[in-house]
């Protein structure tokens, strides 16, 4: 998501090896956030990524059986 917790998950990245390359909430698809354009969740079936960081505070489960049912495997899934 691109909500507040991606904010503090962004900051947190400063200064560490860790790299945010693409961000998905079909609610925010075509904003901006930090610098890139949000996209929608379909995008994770296009993209090469070693973790995917989930930034929800709620529905954890609803967001995992979506991004499963978008081929995501399990051991890339962390939530923040």
């Not at 998905?24 to 296009?46: C, N, P």
Request: hydrophobic share 50%; net charge negative; no cysteine.
């Amino acid at each position: 998501g691109a909500g507040e917790l991606a904010d503090i998950a962004f900051l947190s990245m400063n200064g560490t090896a860790v790299q945010l390359i693409d961000i998905v909430d079909s609610e925010k698809e075509g904003e901006m956030f930090a610098h890139l354009v949000v996209k929608a969740s379909a995008r994770l079936m296009r993209t090469n990524y070693d973790v995917l960081l989930i930034t929800v505070v709620d529905n954890h489960e609803a967001v995992i059986k979506k991004i499963k049912g978008l081929g995501v495997p399990s051991d890339k899934i962390r939530f923040f």
